[in-house]
């Protein structure tokens, strides 16, 4: 009978391990991801700044500046899911990445010293962002890892622990920008 109660304690205590062990993780990502959030909310607050001083500074095809807009709109919306979050931030990389293109064609932008530091400080948070990413992909890699692996899985599927996304770059966002055609609109 003792026996019997000391194995029964030590299955309790590896699945208080694992539970734990998953929990943190899943806080791990939720914490990486917030910071990856405000990031992105501090993207989203320079956009006006420099879509304001672009128009103001060049007569520039009005598309690109409302698409720009419009998605960080889109994205400043109360209630949005990781995944939608995500998807949004992906959607922005091109059209942001090809208003960063543009002006450093425009010489008469690039002297600008306001347009300068916000383009180093865009720069800037692409940075921080495409680290945060790194650091909220690998932090979701393996809790996925530690929900799929064998026994966390059990445990994992006991207590309903979901598995995460991992924040992608979409494939017209790898391509290089043609500048060329980018002018032409």
Known sequence: MTQFLIAVAIVAVVGILIYNTLVARRNQ???IFASIDALLKKRYN???NLVSLV???MAYEKGLLEKVTALRAKAMQPD???EQ???IADELARPLHGLMVAVENYPELKASEQISQ???SLNEIEEQIAAA???YNQAVTDYNNARQMFPSSLIAGWFSFESKPLFEIPEEVRENIDVQELLKR
């Open 29 to 31: 990502c939720d914490n």
């Open 46 to 48: 320079l956009i006006p």
């Open 55 to 57: 128009k103001e500074s």
């Open 80 to 82: 949005l899911s990781p």
């Open 85 to 87: 979050k995500i998807a």
């Open 118 to 120: 916000l383009m180093r």
């Open 133 to 135: 990413r790194r650091a």
